[in-house]
């Protein structure tokens, strides 16, 4: 569910390569180019912290994400 939540109401904290140090459950961000750690080879996809670890999403076209950082979609 929490996977499906991510994808369907789209939220990110905001756009970055760095993953952060604490993530809390449930936050997600918008990977820039170049991400790094446990994030390299991600880019352009949705990192969900979900269940103590990462879970992956490629947007789709159409779709929409809402930018907390920037309050913008």
């Known amino acids: 569910m929490a996977r499906l939540d991510l994808l369907v109401q789209a939220s990110v904290v905001s756009e970055t390569a ?3 140090d604490d993530p809390l459950p ?3 961000w ?3 180019p170049g991400a790094s ?3 390299t080879g991600e880019d352009a996809k ?3 912290w979900i269940g ?3 879970q992956f999403s490629q947007p789709v076209p159409g779709m929409t994400v809402w ?3 920037t309050s913008q979609r």
């Open 52 to 54: 103590g670890t990462w």
């Open 26 to 28: 449930g936050q997600c």
């Open 46 to 48: 949705l990192a969900g």
């Open 37 to 39: 750690g446990v994030w």
């Open 67 to 69: 930018d907390n950082s």
């Open 18 to 20: 760095q993953p952060p």
């Open 30 to 32: 918008l990977l820039a």
